[in-house]
Structure formats: C-alpha cells, structure tokens
T-cell receptor
Framework: ETGVTQSPTHLIKTRGQQVTLRCSSQSGHNTVSWYQQALGQGPQFIFQ???????GRGNFPPRFSGLQFPNYSSELNVNALELDDSALYLCASSHKQGSYEQYFGPGTRLTVT | RKEVEQDPGPFNVPEGATVAFNCTYS??????FFWYRQDCRKEPKLLMS???SGNEDGRFTAQLNRASQYISLLIRDSKLSDSATYLCVVREGSGAGSYQLTFGKGTKLSVIP
C-alpha cells in the first residue's frame, strides 16, 4: 500500500452541484497532484500543490480548484458539475517538488447524473 | 494531438510468452519516463522507471531512445498475474510548475492459461 488515502470512495452527484474530494498524502510527502481518469483513458493532470500553493495546472477550467493544508493533505473542489466530469479522481503524493516518484491513492469514483 | 501514444492493444498472450509494449512521446523536452501498471478499477502503480541505458527488473526490461522519442517495455515469461493495463508515462519540463506526469491511454494485457 502507498499510504495515500482518498475519500469518499464513490460519489453520485447531480449536474450543477458542487463536490469536494479529499486526499491524505503519504507521511513525509509535501507535494500532491490530482488527476482525472475517464473510462478507457489514461489519467489527465489537473493540478499540483506544493507547500500549500498551486504549482502547475493542466488543461482544466477554473471550476476545478484545490487546496493543500499545512499537514499536506489536499482537497479537490469541482463546481457546476457536468456529465463529463464523471470519472475516477486520483491523487498522488510525492516527497518533494519535482520528485518523479508519485504514489497514487485508490481514487474517488464520481458519477454525475 | 496525442502527447504520449501507445500500442492500441489489447494483447492476449499465453502464459510463458514474451510480450513487448511500445510508446512514443511528442515533447522532446521530457525529462523522465516510466511504466505504470493499473489493475482493473484500481489506482496506477509504478512498475519501473526508464533510463537511457536501459534497465531491467526481473522479467521486465525497459528501454528509452531519446533520439526517436520511443520507450519500450518487454515482459518475459508472462504470468497470469501480469494481466493489467500498462501505462506509458512521461514527466515533462523543468522549473516550477512543470512536474506533471503525462499518461498514455494504456495497453491492456491479458495472459491466458
């Protein structure tokens, strides 16, 4: 096990609602990245947080936002949910900014109806 | 335009077979290269990093050709437990905010008894 935990494991929301997903990083890891994985696709980078600041962002609209807390845990917030937001959301932690060894949590499966 | 492209698959091979996966990437500035393994409905797990000199871990051998922007993974003596989706992954860039991982769509391997 990687020591990265995510909650909830599954979630069903309605179009237009807002959702918050949570991630606890592996002990000692100060960088958290979030990815979206649609069915049949590889994970797509959403953004990365290092020491509580956003440190890089993929091609996702502003309604995807995040936070990192002093204990390095993190949240992903998605506003105005759309049907296409249905996916597996993965968080990955790593030891330091730029470390390539990213360890993934089990993911949160979000279904938007 | 795909940034990381993999063999479409699926690959169905008998136990004991040797199977090779190929991957190409478009960004010549990419810094690091990996193969991740993802079991059905699970998170990706780092299988191995890929170095220019080539590297081997038991039955798995990875190769990188920077000039051709090509990465490969060879699995010898396939086991039933090797059945999974194999994701080719590239880490790009340098400087703050450039540590995202870019994933291919993955190639599904099924090892048949």
């Amino acid at each position: 096990e990687t020591g990265v935990t995510q909650s909830p494991t599954h979630l069903i929301k309605t179009r237009g609602q807002q959702v918050t997903l949570r991630c606890s990083s592996q002990s000692g890891h100060n960088t958290v990245s979030w990815y979206q994985q649609a069915l049949g696709q590889g994970p797509q980078f959403i953004f990365q947080y290092y020491r509580e600041e956003e440190n890089g962002r993929g091609n996702f609209p502003p309604r995807f936002s995040g936070l990192q807390f002093p204990n390095y845990s993190s949240e992903l917030n998605v506003n105005a949910l759309e049907l296409d937001d249905s996916a597996l959301y993965l968080c990955a932690s790593s030891h330091k900014q730029g470390s390539y060894e990213q360890y993934f949590g089990p993911g949160t499966r979000l279904t938007v109806t | 335009r795909k940034e990381v492209e993999q063999d479409p698959g699926p690959f169905n091979v008998p136990e004991g077979a040797t199977v090779a996966f190929n991957c190409t990437y478009s960004n010549s500035a990419s810094q690091s290269f990996f193969w991740y393994r993802q079991d059905c409905r699970k998170e990706p797990k780092l299988l191995m990093s890929v170095y220019s000199s080539g590297n081997e871990d038991g039955r798995f051998t990875a190769q990188l050709n920077r000039a051709s922007q090509y990465i490969s993974l060879l699995i010898r003596d396939s086991k039933l437990s090797d059945s999974a989706t194999y994701l080719c992954v590239v880490r790009e860039g340098s400087g703050a905010g450039s540590y995202q991982l870019t994933f291919g769509k993955g190639t599904k391997l099924s090892v048949i008894p």
